[in-house]
């Protein structure tokens, strides 16, 4: 007798409603990919009901109300998928339970799955035995997976309650007195009586949960719980329970584009293997010619071909690991007139110049303890010529920064705080002077830093809270990665450009507003957000990790250069559209008394197959005055030539 399979599931959600409603947004937006089908209509054509409920269709809903509270009734879609992502809006009035339902199989003797079930705060996953009539026999929370996998191993036959921890729980603080920040985690719950955002994704044999912009209960989809089958929606209890803007996109169909790349770029592919996240350049041979490093590789100017390891040289695999490396400078450290190498996050290493000897450069660890923030940012902060690494420590959870002693670079470089305890984040740091006094003040989501006329290397700055940021689309951190601190609409202020999320969707300049006591406050201009959403030239990709600025078209106006880090989190769906085009784009900078804020910006592809890792490089290479890009990807380091004609 064929056995079958329910994978029920009431799941969650991408963007949520709080942040919608402070951003002005409308009610349901927060799409994390481009849908296959979209329910729009006011019919139930594709669509099988299956129990006693009520189904209807009216204006882009389906409604169900039960007859029978005790039994559960099915809207069954016309359509059978084995992994497929979905997302659509829920609202429950009354006492019910809601679900999404997929891989659905029937045998004569019933209806067996998986549950994910919302109800009130009581969101779990579960296996699912149903008579053929639909009344429940049996459930049993499903056993713990996710994170960074994409199949779920065996379960552990030792584990004494492997499924204890997938209901969706309250965070809780402990002790720890936590600071109020301006980017509050949103409130993520399922909420009876109001529209609930729900995505929900089923790849390989790990469903996973998003609820209202936060994680929802989720768990493994073993094959004992079927392995293909159609969607279908599911309802129960004393309730009516609706279904709004119901969307599915089919994940057993990928694309990858045709190469692409601008007519004012012309790429040089340096490595086809993936060693690192960030790249930097220099004349490390004093040939006069700049060369770049990338990872463990120093490739030689003018033509880029040679190239030599400064330490040993690993790929790594995209889908299972992260590159050691993911920011990266060069700056001749300790004064010999030959440039060194100082890799950054997680590690704080330091590779001292053999003076053009033929062998690997002695490495050593100048941070203490690691750099747990995956973007920092190397200039001169307090004003003696020499560059210092910005970066953040999740332990004390603080926003610092080090210096080296160029009497001997290679000790430990001291360390300083700029925040107080609890602002640390893992993605998102900007320099620059936001005030106009002249000193570099230091940015990251939770607003900025203001630097004190005198410095006090044992006290934080001044903070003044802004929200430069915020939380994803599927429940993970906020921030992006390089903040641009620059007058972007010409009217003497410096403002902030910043890709959102570092993981998710989200790009936005903030422009800089003063009142008549000159106190400073920051307006919020959108250039592009998700698949719901109209962006600036149509122009849509996640996961905006690497992120830089500098003048690209020579009109004297910095400009954002931003790349998709593909497959950000591994081969997983951690994170919205992961297997989007790696793309890499310039956002150019346009004064335009028009437009909101007195500027737009208008996006140029400059490649289609590259994206970016963790860091972006502008730089002119050959001295023509023209800034080319440098990314080191998972797809490998690339070279775009800045061929703009006068």
């Known amino acids: 007798m064929k056995k079958i399979v329910i994978v029920l599931s009431v799941l969650a959600c991408t963007i949520g409603f709080s942040h919608a409603q402070q951003a002005g947004e409308t009610e349901g937006r927060g799409l994390s990919f481009q849908p296959d089908y979209r ?68 045998a004569d003797t019933g209806w067996t799955g998986v549950l994910v079930s919302l109800k009130n705060e009581e969101s779990a996953a579960y296996g699912l035995v149903l008579d053929p009539e639909g009344k429940e026999l049996s459930r049993t929370l499903l056993r713990r997976a996710g994170g960074m996998m994409r199949v779920a191993p065996p379960p552990d036959p030792n584990a004494s309650n492997p499924s204890s921890n997938n209901r969706r729980q309250p965070s809780r603080g402990g002790d720890r007195i936590e600071p109020v920040l301006p980017i509050p985690r949103p409130q993520t719950a399922f909420q009876v009586n109001a529209w609930n955002q729900v995505e929900c994704v089923l ?37 009516e329970i609706r279904y709004k803007d119901f969307k599915y996109k089919d994940l057993a169909i990928r694309n990858t584009p045709k190469e692409a790349t601008s007519a004012r770029y012309e790429v040089q592919q340096l490595s086809d293997m993936y060693y690192s996240f960030s790249s930097a350049a220099a004349d490390f041979n ?91 940012v190397f200039t001169d902060i307090d004003g003696d010529g020499r560059p210092e690494i910005v970066y953040g420590t999740s332990g004390d959870r603080l926003l610092n920064y080090a210096k080296f002693d160029p009497a001997d670079p290679t000790q430990p470089w001291e360390s300083y705080p700029v925040s107080d305890t609890g602002y640390y984040t893992a993605h998102g740091f900007g320099v620059g002077d936001i005030n106009g006094d002249g000193r570099p003040d230091i940015t990251n989501p939770n607003g900025w830093w203001e630097q004190p006329a005198q410095l006090d290397t044992s006290a934080p700055w001044v903070y003044h809270p802004v929200a430069f940021g915020r939380y994803g689309h599927r429940g993970g951190g906020m921030g992006g990665s390089i903040m641009a601190v620059y007058d972007v609409n010409g009217d003497g202020y410096n403002d902030v450009v910043t890709s959102l999320n570092a993981h998710g969707f989200g790009l936005a300049w903030y422009e800089q507003q003063r009142n008549e006591r000159g106190e400073i406050a920051f307006k919020r201009h959108m250039i592009m957000d998700d698949y719901s959403t109209a962006n600036a030239g149509d122009v849509t990709f996640s996961q905006l990790h690497g992120t830089t600025f500098g003048d690209i078209d020579g009109d004297g106006i910095p400009d954002f250069i931003a790349g998709k880090r593909y497959w950000s989190h591994l081969d997983t769906h951690l994170d919205p559209d992961p297997s989007g085009a790696a793309v890499l784009y310039c956002f150019r900078t346009v004064r335009d008394i028009n437009a909101p804020g007195g500027a737009r910006f208008e996006p140029e592809l400059v490649h289609n197959r590259s994206g970016a890792g963790s860091d972006l490089l502008a730089v002119d290479l050959n001295g023509d005055g023209k800034l080319e890009i440098v990314s080191s990807t998972n797809r490998g380091t690339f070279i775009f030539w800045n061929k703009t004609t006068d």
């Not at 009734?73 to 809601?98: C, H, K, P, Y």
């Not at 949960?209 to 089958?229: M, T, V």
Request: with cysteine; glycine share 12%.
């Open 39 to 106: 329910f729009e209509g006011s019919s139930l054509t594709r669509w099988r009901k299956f129990g006693t409920a009520d189904w209807r269709a009216e204006s882009g809903e389906l409604i169900g109300k039960p007859r029978d509270t005790s039994s559960a009734s099915l809207l069954i879609l016309d359509q059978s998928f084995q992994d497929v992502t979905v997302n659509t809006l829920v609202r429950m009035v009354g006492d019910g339970e809601a679900g999404i339902l997929f891989r659905l199989e029937k």
């Open 286 to 376: 004093r040939d006069g010619i700049m060369d770049i490093v990338a990872g463990p590789h120093i490739y030689y100017g003018p033509d880029y071909t040679s190239y030599r390891e400064i330490f040993q040289g690993v790929t790594y695999n995209p889908s299972q690991q992260f590159s050691e490396v993911n920011c990266q400078y060069a700056y001749d450290f300790n004064g010999d007139g030959w440039p060194d190498v100082f890799s950054a996050a997680p590690f704080g290493r330091l590779y001292i110049n053999p003076k053009g000897e033929s062998r690997r450069w002695e490495m050593h660890a100048v941070i203490p303890g690691n750099i747990n923030s995956e973007v920092t």
């Open 203 to 239: 790849d390989m044999n790990i469903l996973r949960g998003f609820i209202n912009d936060g994680n929802g209960p989720g768990g493994a989809a073993d094959s004992e719980f079927g392995e293909y089958g159609p969607l279908a929606l599911y309802v129960k209890g004393d309730a």
